[in-house]
């Protein structure tokens, strides 16, 4: 219940206030009531943050580690994930201005997976600047435009800096034969090598979004070990067996276990070979 009213106060809130400045005549006790509403929220959530904060003071804490305790009590995981994910997404714009890559350790394999993608980001980058002057033309009212404006900036520079997650965080293949699966900073699983059972090229086109999981017949839950897809304009090329369940964590937090990892490399023959080259000899590839 607590999750449902994080989400839906912001919500209404952004609602009232793209009605007010269409020119919408709200009623007084209407407006009243959402302002009280967002108010309590706020207050609510600074209460649950001092009271977690001054329990974790006693408990003997840093104040930095309990303000951290405090915040996780009283955000949503997902929110705290999604705001973090974007703080990423912005530095990954430096990185990929400055040609960096993040972790890609000394002797490690880089593996890009953003050809299937590229056009489509372009895409709507172009999309997105076709409309922010459209409305510059069709909006009459200079404080709707300016918001407007900043809207359609935010979302350009946000589409760019997720695209650039993708550009600077590669899959990577350890020089010890570990394994890293990457899409941006929405999905990080590491597979150690003494996981890894087999690996080969696999080329399929699976319907769906980013991550989807098939469960093991029997099983519909995600922690049976059934096979995890991660895919990049609808395919992915590679097949990873694992010799147990290895745990992995969705975007927005929820936690599933597979033994099978499908992805999309670019190079997919690539990236099997020097993944084959990097294991253990006594590992069955």
């Not at 209404?12 to 007084?28: H, K, M, W, Y």
């Not at 108010?39 to 207050?43: G, K, Q, S």
């Not at 949503?76 to 705001?83: D, E, S």
């Not at 000394?106 to 002057?133: K, N």
């Given at each position: 219940?607590?999750?449902?009213?994080?989400?839906?106060?912001?919500?209404?809130?952004?609602?009232?206030?793209?009605?007010?400045?269409?020119?919408?005549?709200?009623?007084?006790?209407?407006?009243?009531a959402a302002e009280a509403l967002v108010?309590?929220?706020?207050?609510t959530e600074a209460l649950v943050v001092?009271?977690?904060?001054?329990?974790?003071?006693?408990?003997?804490?840093?104040?930095?580690?309990?303000?951290?305790?405090?915040?996780?009590?009283?955000?949503?995981?997902?929110?705290?994930?999604?705001?973090?994910?974007?703080?990423?997404?912005?530095?990954?714009?430096?990185?990929?201005?400055?040609?960096?890559?993040?972790?890609?350790?000394?002797?490690?394999?880089?593996?890009?997976?953003?050809?299937?993608?590229?056009?489509?980001?372009?895409?709507?980058?172009?999309?997105?600047?076709?409309?922010?002057?459209?409305?510059?033309?069709?909006?009459?009212?200079?404080?709707?435009?300016?918001?407007?404006?900043?809207?359609?900036?935010?979302?350009?520079?946000?589409?760019?800096?997720?695209?650039?997650?993708?550009?600077?965080?590669?899959?990577?293949?350890?020089?010890?034969?570990?394994?890293?699966?990457?899409?941006?900073?929405?999905?990080?699983?590491?597979?150690?090598?003494?996981?890894?059972?087999?690996?080969?090229?696999?080329?399929?086109?699976?319907?769906?979004?980013?991550?989807?999981?098939?469960?093991?017949?029997?099983?519909?839950?995600?922690?049976?070990?059934?096979?995890?897809?991660?895919?990049?304009?609808?395919?992915?090329?590679?097949?990873?067996?694992?010799?147990?369940?290895?745990?992995?964590?969705?975007?927005?937090?929820?936690?599933?276990?597979?033994?099978?990892?499908?992805?999309?490399?670019?190079?997919?023959?690539?990236?099997?070979?020097?993944?084959?080259?990097?294991?253990?000899?006594?590992?069955?590839?």
């Open positions: 219940m607590k999750r449902v009213v994080w989400f839906a106060v912001p919500v209404c809130e952004i609602v009232l206030i793209v009605c007010l400045l269409a020119g919408v005549s709200l009623p007084t006790p209407l407006l009243l108010l309590a929220l706020v207050v001092r009271r977690s904060y001054v329990s974790a003071r006693r408990s003997g804490a840093g104040r930095r580690e309990a303000l951290a305790e405090g915040v996780r009590t009283a955000v949503p995981a997902p929110v705290r994930r999604l705001a973090a994910q974007e703080v990423r997404s912005w530095g990954s714009l430096a990185r990929w201005a400055a040609r960096r890559t993040h972790g890609v350790d000394a002797g490690g394999h880089p593996a890009p997976y953003t050809g299937p993608q590229t056009a489509m980001v372009y895409g709507l980058l172009f999309v997105a600047l076709v409309e922010t002057v459209a409305m510059a033309v069709l909006i009459p009212w200079p404080l709707v435009h300016l918001i407007v404006l900043v809207l359609d900036v935010y979302t350009v520079l946000m589409v760019l800096a997720l695209h650039a997650g993708c550009v600077t965080r590669p899959h990577v293949v350890g020089a010890d034969g570990s394994l890293r699966v990457r899409y941006g900073t929405l999905f990080d699983l590491r597979i150690p090598a003494s996981g890894i059972a087999s690996v080969r090229v696999d080329r399929r086109f699976p319907d769906g979004g980013l991550v989807q999981y098939t469960p093991v017949e029997g099983d519909e839950s995600e922690d049976g070990g059934g096979v995890l897809d991660l895919v990049v304009g609808s395919q992915t090329t590679v097949r990873v067996e694992l010799t147990a369940p290895v745990p992995y964590v969705r975007p927005l937090g929820a936690t599933g276990r597979a033994r099978v990892v499908r992805f999309h490399a670019d190079r997919p023959e690539e990236l099997v070979k020097a993944l084959r080259e990097a294991l253990p000899p006594d590992v069955r590839v």
